[in-house]
């Protein structure tokens, strides 16, 4: 393969990643506009966090269709659609004139990030000119990234344009969409699947062993949740923290798991992405239990950071492998992947809340050390997959 052809091939990974920043950053930004909406329009807690589930569950539910459908016929055209109705959902927020009509607009952000997962997982694996790993770890930290500037970019327009700063959203959103029409055709090209790893397989799916590495993608999330809720919480309760410093908290284990996420293609080429997951759940259960006991908040930082890692650095090689089991429904993998993986973590972490209010963090973190124990055992597992 050469130079030429790996470098654009290359610039369609970032292009993809482009795409996954969008939709995430508005998904990202929904969470920051709840204090808004709230001194707008007099909202309670209840229902602004229940714009939040509606958005998630919209999302998460509806990936694994799409992800079906992309398996059917390429159709990269409904990533730009994606991204569109994902700008127009979190702009309608802060713009329509009531509640039923703000939730409808959630639910129609979740589905835009709906859209593009699963069909930009599918692409991300077959435009990879080399490591299909590395393909994934640039995919996923648009992700991470959209996570990141969604919050910001919505405090900033909503603070200086008030409530209708959420349009900034579609103004962001729909020449993004555009771009990624023009590119259609291109993206096109690379069909349904990767020729050679169906062969390879012997032209069957093997979805035990896929359902067996989604279930390590499905505990990294409860841990992921987990920790971002009750970190910040942990040391308020523990280390007099204001809650200002321990927001601090998210941003070092998100700006922590973006970097991990940036390199763990090149750390599962060096040990292999199996052992990579094996090594991450043991740093997970032994950082969880130490960040339980954790006798101080400079040492509780050092082990966030840990924690980071231990999460983010075999997420992209393990949703590849994932999609290896699978190679003819490369879809349908990146949706189950990216979409009901993710809301296993949203649907538990309320429980260990409510866990917590009962008996307090340091146990809620044990337990977290001990669901993510058994990400430890299905990821040995996998090691004896062949």
Sequence with gaps: MGLGRTLRDNGLSYLLMGGHVMVDMCQGALAAALPFLIAAHGYTYAQVTLLVFMANVASAVIQPLFGWLGDRKARPWIMAVGVLLAGAGMAGIGVLPSYELIAASAMVCGVGNAMLHPEGGRLANLVASGSKAGGMSIFSVGGQVGFCVGPMVAAACLSVFGMAGTLAFLVLCAPYAVLLLVFNRRLAAFGLRDDSAVAASGGRDRWGAFALVLSTLSIRSVVFYSLSSFAPLFVISFFGQTEEQASLMVSLLALAGAVATMLSSKVAAAVGTKR??????????????????????????????????????????AIALGQSYVPQHL???????????????????????????????????LVVAGIAALGLAASVAVTRLR
């Design 276 to 317: 990579l997951m094996v090594g991450c759940y043991v740093a997970l259960v032994l950082g969880l239990v130490g960040f339980a006991f954790s006798p101080s908040l400079a040492v509780s930082c050092v082990l966030v950071v840990v924690l980071a890692f231990g999460m983010n650095a075999f997420n992209p090689p």
């Design 331 to 365: 879809g349908m993998a990146s949706g189950l992947s990216f979409g009901v993986a993710v809301c296993v973590g949203g649907v538990v972490a309320p429980g260990l809340g409510a866990l917590g209010d009962v008996m307090g963090l340091q146990p809620v973190m």
